[in-house]
C-alpha cells in the first residue's frame, strides 16, 4: 500500500505561482509513475501532468503546458508540480496519483494510488 500526500495549496492571485508537493510513504514509489490530476465541482477528475518513474520522461495537458512543470525526487520519495502564470480557471482541487509501471500515464485508470487532494484558488 502506498499513501501519497500533497501540501503547497492555497490562495493566489492571476499570474502568480505555487510549488505543490507530494511525499510517498514508502521508497517503491521511485518505481512507479506519477501523475497530477484536477477537478472542480461537477466535472470529472482532469489530467494535468505525470512523469515516468525515472523522470526522463514528461507529459502534459494543453491547458498547462508552458506554464507548468512536473519533476520527482526519487531520493525523497517526492513529485512535485510547480504552477507559474496561474489562470482563475486553473482553480481546482488537486491529487497526486501513483500507477505501478515505469511509463507516464495520461489516463487516471492507469493510477493505483491516490492523495487526498490540496485545494488551489486562483482569484482574478
Known amino acids: 500500500q502506498v499513501q501519497l500526500v500533497e501540501s503547497g495549496g492555497g490562495l493566489v492571485q492571476a499570474g502568480g505561482s505555487l510549488r505543490l508537493s507530494c511525499v510517498a510513504s514508502?521508497?517503491?514509489?521511485?518505481?512507479?509513475?506519477m501523475g497530477w490530476f484536477r477537478q472542480t465541482p461537477g466535472k470529472e477528475r482532469e489530467f494535468v501532468a505525470t512523469?515516468?518513474?525515472?523522470?526522463?520522461?514528461?507529459y502534459y495537458a494543453d491547458s498547462v503546458k508552458s506554464r507548468f512543470t512536473i519533476s520527482r525526487d526519487n531520493a525523497k520519495n517526492t513529485v512535485y508540480l510547480q504552477m507559474n502564470s496561474l489562470k482563475p480557471e486553473d482553480t481546482a482541487v488537486y491529487y497526486c496519483?501513483?500507477?505501478?509501471?515505469?511509463?507516464?500515464?495520461?489516463?487516471?485508470?492507469?493510477?493505483?494510488?491516490w492523495g487526498q487532494g490540496t485545494q488551489v484558488t486562483v482569484s482574478s
Open positions: 496519483a501513483a500507477g505501478r509501471g515505469t511509463y507516464p500515464y495520461t489516463d487516471s485508470g492507469k493510477y493505483n494510488y
Open positions: 514508502t521508497r517503491s514509489v521511485s518505481t512507479y509513475a
Open positions: 512523469i515516468s518513474a525515472i523522470g526522463g520522461s514528461t
